[in-house]
């Protein structure tokens, strides 16, 4: 599974999405959009969404910290 975290500094939501996805084991790609104008176009394209965190799991977006629908996407039990 390919996992993107669309993160920025300052942002604590951003921060438990990173731990929660590391205490599963879920490797993750972290890209701080304050630092790449590309990737953080790629991220508003792919969720319609100017604020943080997106994950994006295998083309399932998903915006914020949304327990739920992360287990879900991950297959997290």
Request: aromatic share 6%.
């Amino acid at each position: 599974m390919k996992v993107t975290l669309y993160t920025a500094p300052g942002c604590p939501f951003c921060v438990i999405v990173k731990k929660y996805l590391e205490r599963n084991s879920v490797k993750f790609e972290e890209v701080d959009i304050s630092k790449d104008d590309k990737r953080k176009n790629e991220m508003e394209k792919k969720s319609n969404q100017t604020n943080v965190p997106v994950v994006d799991a295998n083309g399932t977006i998903i915006i914020g910290y949304n327990l739920k629908k992360l287990k879900e996407a991950m297959a997290i039990e």
